[in-house]
């Protein structure tokens, strides 16, 4: 019988898909070196970008999909609720900014 799962690029081992082509372990080594790139964005093989996370509109980071088990709805913008207050008490001008703040991350 066939061993189950996939096999790891680097040292050759089977291990359980996450939807990477290295093992947990040789994923850990691989992001210790210089050149790794590990942003919001994953590309694909033709060099597009196939999946990218969506952004917190207060603080910029990526809103999780899965909140307590459950699908988060696509119209959220932001990661916490203290983040929509937040937002909805500041000003125009610093609203502003952090749109302009997002839009850089983004690239």
């Not at 952004?55 to 999780?64: N, Q, S, V, Y």
């Not at 990661?79 to 703040?101: P, V």
Request: aromatic share 8%.
């Amino acid at each position: 019988m066939a061993p189950s799962g996939n096999i790891c690029d680097l040292c050759g081992g089977t291990f359980e898909s996450r939807g990477l082509r290295l093992c947990p372990d040789c994923y850990e080594i691989r992001k210790q070196e210089p050149g790794f790139d590990d942003d919001r964005r994953w590309s694909s093989a033709a060099g597009k970008v196939a999946f990218e996370h969506r952004l917190c509109l207060w603080c910029g980071t990526p809103i999780e999909r899965l909140r307590a088990g459950r699908k988060v709805r696509a119209d959220v913008k932001f990661c916490h609720e203290s983040h929509g207050k937040a937002w909805q008490r500041a000003s125009a001008e610093e609203r502003d900014e952090r749109a302009r703040r997002l839009r850089d991350l983004r690239g």
